[in-house]
């Protein structure tokens, strides 16, 4: 079974400038979350999609930062204009509902730096 | 508003040394509870999880973890540690009741075994 796919895996802009990630997750899973984790930090949940419609975009700085999944498939995360402090790695995982519990599947991240 | 804390943000043993990872959680309702690691290098992937019945939960690679409801704590074991344990390890808490699938990490803790 192929995992969580993201590009790229890593990006490095400049401040002001725009910045977009692509996520794919596991076939069949209809849930998905972009993750952000700051350097030292746990993963942070930024945005859950559950197939195209958003559960939870509670920590979504919606300033700047957008995410849609149109096609309740894969995903992109785009950052517009980007600061300094959104230095980060960007998670994607994705997981299926499960009777008890539910296990999410990451993918490798894109690394972002911001000059 | 539900946290996790980690209690040792760098640890360095010796190989064979024993482990333990200290995890608390804040939240007042029935949670489900992870360990994921993370090796250098690779993506996040899940260790072990309890949701429900034995306290001690085992998990790949001779991992153990121990959920003391009282203490709100789920700490993370193993007899002896390997070079290969070198990784970051993270805890995280899903609300049993919650059908979003939301984890909430803690701050994640380094291990580096020493050869």
């Known amino acids: 079974e192929a995992g969580v796919a993201q590009s790229p895996r890593y990006k490095i802009i400049e401040k002001r400038q725009s910045v977009a990630f692509w996520c794919n997750p596991i076939?069949?899973?209809?849930?998905l979350y972009w993750y952000q984790q700051i350097l030292g930090q746990g993963p942070k949940l930024l945005i859950q999609f559950q197939n195209n419609g958003v559960v939870d975009d509670s920590q979504l700085p919606k300033d700047r930062f957008s995410a849609e999944r149109l096609k309740g498939v894969d995903s992109t995360l785009k950052i517009q204009p980007a600061k300094l402090e959104d230095s980060a790695v960007y998670l994607c995982?994705?997981?299926?509902?499960?009777?008890?519990?539910?296990?999410?599947?990451f993918g490798p991240g894109t690394r972002l730096t911001v000059l | 508003a539900q946290s996790v804390s980690q209690h040792n943000h760098h640890v360095i043993l010796s190989e064979a040394a024993s482990l333990e990872l200290g995890c608390n959680y804040s939240?007042?309702?029935?949670?489900?509870l992870f360990w994921y690691v993370q090796y250098p290098g690779q993506h996040l992937q899940l260790l072990l999880k309890y949701f429900s019945g034995d306290p001690l939960v085992k998990g790949i690679k001779g991992f153990e973890a121990e959920f003391i409801k009282s203490k709100f704590s789920f700490n993370l074991r193993k007899p002896s540690v390997q070079w290969s344990d070198t990784a970051e390890y993270f805890c995280?808490?899903?609300?049993?009741?919650?059908?979003?699938?939301?984890?909430?990490f803690g701050q994640g803790t380094t291990l580096q075994v020493k050869p």
């Open positions: 939240y007042g309702g029935t949670v489900n």
């Open positions: 995280a808490v899903q609300e049993s009741s919650s059908n979003t699938g939301k984890l909430i």
């Open positions: 076939s069949g899973h209809a849930t």
């Open positions: 995982a994705s997981s299926t509902p499960g009777l008890i519990y539910n296990e999410q599947f």
